[in-house]
């Protein structure tokens, strides 16, 4: 290949500047340079390039797409065919931030080469730069890095393992379990993974993780001391029906939004203001001359057409 078509596949942003693309090496850099690196989650295309355009580093396509947006109780049912639809869809949004699609589960806990050829549809088929894959799967990571596929790690509350946890728990509360996380995360490291994300850690055991790593946390519910912070878009705007977590900030209420703005079009629609004559197509004046010289219709209908009768419709307002 000719390093001269190296950008050739990243289209130039709305201002016609090129845009610097992040890939995992670059979040490492990011480490080393002490830029903390921005992370959320996204599963469509608008707002993947919502995100993109407002400059996030990373955006995750999370297996929390089961939750948040297919409606399961947790993150178990959702499919590498849903996983791999909805990537390709912010595959399509985004210029600039690192695309990392989540691998779902029972993708990759069976044989380490079906491992291998799921993460590979990801690069080949949706587009994602990485996948991220839960737990401590050192066999799998280095199986991973010798197909280039690059991975993110995760490690601590992992949502995946949820009946093992017993529930959604704050993990590494003993010293015995914050030893056996540091030597995961090493361990993680040393396989290849680019970064780790730490969920539901306790603040002091992330930052001693970070402190030890030359790649890049990134933490959920793991205090300020990662290198990054990652959210989960619904939890972020007030798109979900739960009290949110404690470690989750909600920067917008679009579910009052949405509500408010879907119940004021219903209400126009009813009452005839909408749409108004501005939001109407007009015929020119010819045609409308045209129109007013046409003979007026019949109101004899042949016994063959279909009428209507309203009043057998079935009343969906009670
Ligand atoms: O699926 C997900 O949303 C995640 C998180 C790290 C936010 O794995």
Not at 1 to 24: D, E, Q, R, W
Not at 78 to 98: K, W
């Amino acid at each position: 290949m000719s390093l001269t078509n190296f950008s050739a596949g990243v289209p130039p942003s709305p201002a016609g500047l090129p845009v610097k693309k992040v890939t995992v090496p670059a979040l490492a850099e990011m480490k080393r340079q002490s830029m903390p690196i921005s992370a959320l989650t996204a599963y469509d295309y608008a707002t993947a390039r919502l995100i993109d355009e407002a400059g996030i580093d990373f955006i995750l396509v999370g297996d929390s797409l089961a939750m948040v947006v297919l409606g399961h109780e947790n993150t178990l049912a959702v499919t590498m065919d849903e996983m791999l639809h909805h990537t390709r869809a912010v595959r399509r949004a985004v210029r600039r931030a690192l695309v990392v699609a989540d691998m779902p589960y029972g993708s990759y806990h069976g044989a380490i080469a079906e491992g291998v050829a799921n993460a590979v549809r990801f690069i080949k088929e949706a587009g994602a730069e990485a996948v991220k894959i839960e737990g401590t799967r050192i066999e799998l990571v280095r199986a991973l890095s010798d197909a280039e596929v690059p991975v993110i790690g995760h490690l601590g509350l992992t949502p995946q393992s949820v009946h093992r946890m017993g529930g959604y728990r704050v993990q590494a509360r003993t010293a015995e379990t914050v030893r056996r996380l540091q030597s995961d995360a090493r361990a993680l490291a040393e396989a290849g993974a680019g970064a780790i994300v730490l969920e539901g850690v306790p603040r002091e055991v992330a930052e001693v993780i970070t402190a030890e790593l030359a790649i890049p946390t990134i933490g959920i519910g793991a205090g300020p001391g990662c290198d990054g912070q990652i959210l989960v878009f619904h939890d972020l705007v007030g798109l979900t029906f739960a009290p949110p977590a404690k470690f989750v900030r909600r920067y917008a209420d679009l579910g009052s939004a949405i509500r408010s703005a879907v119940e004021h079009y219903r209400d126009d629609v009813e009452h005839r203001a909408f749409p108004s004559d501005e939001e109407s197509y007009h015929l020119g004046e010819a045609a409308r001359q045209a129109l007013a010289s046409l003979p007026a219709p019949s109101t004899d209908f042949d016994s063959d057409d279909e009428v209507v009768n309203r009043d057998s419709l079935p009343d969906w307002t009670n």
